[in-house]
């Protein structure tokens, strides 16, 4: 290669081959050569998508743990990163970060984030359910929409010679402040419904209902906007409206059926094969390529494919899965930026305009807010439950955004009227969990009964995330309970992350994660309550549940952090408090303390922090039934452990290995007292050991390990050699 090199290089021609001459030194060749880099189109794209989804992870956290949804979250956050605060303090690092030569490709971005999203929300709908409950949702979707429309045409009459841009006709500005209004975001309905527990309540029906069949008319709605504001007349506009038909007609009358063939030959598959999946994803691409050659929007296209996948739970699971994750996580959020660049809430100089944007939003609430209510109690619902689906249907959210950004990128809204606009999706969405909780204020019920049976009872609740581990949790608990069950009660408690289930699957998702729990309660015959909900927060309304309940012991599996043992763990230590911005605020605020240098994961210590109940973690080696009991003694504060002991040997006749560690000192009177007295009940059930030094035999020979979080603390910080050989382990935490 060498000797081929230097040959070749006298083939070179002086006269035509140059080399750039520089006056600077070597190093500062190659900083110029990083800083061209940084400059590429490709590395400022990368830049700026980890930016975007780094704020925008944060931001949704923050409003999740306010009880509001993500998107609201991830809205501000583009607000933030665009001209209104980042462009107003930080203009050169705002500048640099995003060029407006470089906005294109964001734009371009974020729309193919678009398409997929709308494929998902078309596929999440439930034209079935639609079907089932189609009169009321009739009704109350379309007042929800009839009502803001017409108020919305009504405002614009004053909004137009002041805020309409120079050579818009009145009639789409009209159009598209009309339906601007009308916008319902039917998934931040579904997700707030899901994690409010109401999804499976009639009224959680007809709201989902009513907010799927909004979605479907507000979407044709907007496809004759687009198609009057595109056509410059009406009468021209009638051609596109037309084709549109046809092409409805043809996606429901020939690629349907076609895609149900599909569907129904490859139903019992386990994996679809990759021409299979292509198939569907070709179907998604020239729909919506269809839509935007005919001038009705790209979106509606992505939308309509969605809907009319096939019916088969499966393939529509298999499809939100393959297309959520990229859409929602990655793409989604450079919408939300791209939005925010286009918001300048600093253009909003003048207290008229504020006052201005006030009345926007009060008009929105009293169209879609007083409109649904009002049609809901029309169809026969109490006040109540109009009320509730009136507040459900005032959220506007994600899709508010996305008729916004038509409007502008048609130039049909000016950036004064599209910041006030998106103010108003903000306010309306964030005040619809407020809204929701003034209504169950005003109208107070019973309030919820989370476990049957008196105060006097034994009550352990288990909380549990993948249904398999829920078997020893159980074989546990009823080691406790066995004998006393009509004392005793079990409550077995399943969350489910928020984004992670879709409304339509709930039901199934439910029934498939109780089942291996509810198989091994028939085995033990040990009766047991299941609970399940979507939750935005699942240690804290772990920790709540339980709290509320009152219950005595909470039992939860062990868990690791996904940074444990690990280099990255080793050099950035803090990394954990930074992926965990709560465990940062509650060792900030001294919440904390207790666990500090916690041995468990993150999820563990948010519940141990939060939770006011005993709390055990479970270590589970394959736990069949506990004969055998290794009880270590640490100093007072294992003392509680003693208990957990005797109902062990009550309910099980389990055998007990004591090591008391502090044998012979002065700090182990009383323990050694009540370890006596205990003792004296069953002396052939209870066999105080005097050596420390445990070898793995006696270890292996044990069914059970009882120890206290502060004993297991000293394991870890020791590297004991008992962690290589611990056998089932539960490490209490006492609340009590």
């Known amino acids: 290669m060498y000797w081929i090199i230097q040959t070749g290089a006298k083939l070179e021609d002086e006269n035509t081959v140059t080399i750039p001459e520089s006056s600077n030194s070597e190093w500062q060749q190659f900083i110029e050569f990083l800083k061209h880099n940084l400059d590429h189109p490709l590395a400022l794209l990368l830049a700026q998508i980890v930016i975007i989804i780094l704020v925008a992870r944060i931001f949704g956290w923050a409003c999740k743990k306010i009880g509001q949804p993500s998107v609201i979250g991830e809205i501000i956050a583009g607000i933030v990163l665009g001209p209104t605060l980042l462009g107003a303090y930080f203009p050169e690092f705002s500048t640099a970060l995003f060029p407006a030569e470089s906005l294109g490709n964001l734009q371009f971005l974020s729309q193919i984030g678009l398409i997929l999203f709308m494929f998902v929300i078309g596929m999440e709908l439930d034209l079935n359910a639609l079907k089932n409950r189609a009169n009321d949702a009739v009704v109350v979707s379309h007042a929800s929409i009839v009502f803001p429309f017409a108020l919305g045409v009504g405002l614009s009459y004053f909004l137009y010679e002041s805020f309409a841009p120079e050579g818009v006709r009145f009639v789409a500005f009209a159009l598209f402040i009309g339906i601007a209004m009308s916008i319902t975001a039917f998934p931040v309905l579904a997700r707030i419904v899901q994690e409010r527990g109401i999804h499976k309540t009639r009224l959680g029906t007809m709201a989902i209902t009513c907010a799927a069949a909004d979605d479907i008319t ?54 679809l094969s990759k021409p299979i999946v292509a198939i569907f994803f070709l179907t998604l691409i020239l729909s919506a390529y269809s839509t935007e050659v005919i001038g009705i929007h790209a979106l509606f296209g992505a939308f309509m494919a969605g809907t009319i996948m096939p019916a088969n739970i499966k393939f529509r699971n ?71 689906i009136g507040a459900l249907m005032n959220t506007r959210g ?54 049957p049976g008196q105060k006097s009872h034994y009550k352990i609740l288990l909380a549990f995330n993948h249904p398999q581990t829920s078997r020893a949790l159980l074989r546990l608990a009823n080691s406790f309970v066995k004998k006393s069950s009509e004392n005793a009660t079990v409550m077995a408690l399943h969350l489910s992350p928020s984004g992670d289930l879709r409304h339509y699957n709930a039901e199934a998702y439910e029934k498939d994660s109780f089942a291996p729990i509810i198989l091994e309660s028939a085995i033990l015959n040990q009766k047991i309550g299941t609970h399940f909900r979507v939750s935005g927060d699942i240690e804290t309304d772990t920790a709540e549940f339980a709290n509320k309940g009152e219950y005595d012991l909470l039992l939860i599996g062990f868990g690791q952090s996904i940074f444990e043992g690990s280099l990255l763990g080793k050099i950035f230590g803090f990394t954990t408090r930074i992926i965990n911005p709560e465990k ?24 141990l922090s939060k939770s006011q109940v ?24 294992d003392t509680f452990l003693i208990n957990f002991a005797q109902k062990l040997v009550d309910n099980v006749g389990a055998q007990i290995l004591v090591l008391d560690e502090q044998v012979g000192t002065d700090g182990s009177a009383e323990r050694m007292e009540l370890l006596a007295e205990t003792m004296a009940k069953n002396p052939r059930k209870f066999d105080l050991l005097t050596d420390k030094n445990i070898d793995r035999e006696l270890l292996q020979q044990t069914d059970l390990m009882i120890l206290s979080a502060e004993h297991w603390k000293v394991l870890v910080e020791t590297k004991s050699d008992w962690l290589t050989d611990i056998p089932n382990t539960l490490i209490l935490v006492n609340k009590s």
Not at 235 to 247: D, E, H, N, P, R
Not at 618 to 628: S, Y
């Open 398 to 451: 994600l899709m508010e955004l996305v008729v916004l950004n038509i409007g502008y990128d048609l130039g049909v809204l000016t950036p004064e009227i599209f910041t006030m606009l998106v103010i108003m999706a903000l306010l309306t969405t964030f005040m619809t969990g407020p809204a929701l909780d003034m209504i169950n204020w005003a109208y107070k019920e019973k309030t919820f009964s989370f476990l």
């Open 614 to 637: 005993t709390v055990g973690i479970f270590i589970d080696k394959g736990l069949k039934e506990i004969k055998r009991v290794f009880l270590p003694l640490l100093d007072e504060g």
């Open 218 to 271: 507000a979407w044709c709605l907007l496809a004759a906007v687009i198609a009057v504001v595109k056509a410059g007349s009406l009468v021209s506009s009638l051609y596109v409206i037309a084709l549109a038909a046809l092409y409805v007609i043809a996606m429901l009358k020939v690629v349907r059926p076609f895609l149900n063939r599909i569907g129904d030959l490859n139903a019992g598959k386990e994996k």
């Open 318 to 388: 298999i499809f939100i899965e393959k297309v959520e994750d990229i859409a929602l996580v990655l793409l989604l959020p450079l919408f939300f930026v791209f939005t925010g660049l286009r918001t300048e809430i600093g253009l909003l100089n003048d207290p008229e305009l504020w006052k201005l944007t006030l009345v926007i939003v009060l008009v929105a609430v009293a169209g879609k807010f007083l409109g649904s209510a009002l049609a809901a109690r029309f169809v026969g619902q109490n006040w109540k439950d109009s009320l509730t």
């Open 584 to 607: 940062l605020i509650n060792q900030v605020t001294g919440r904390a303390k207790l666990f500090e240098n916690s041995p468990f994961d993150d999820s563990t210590t948010l519940i």
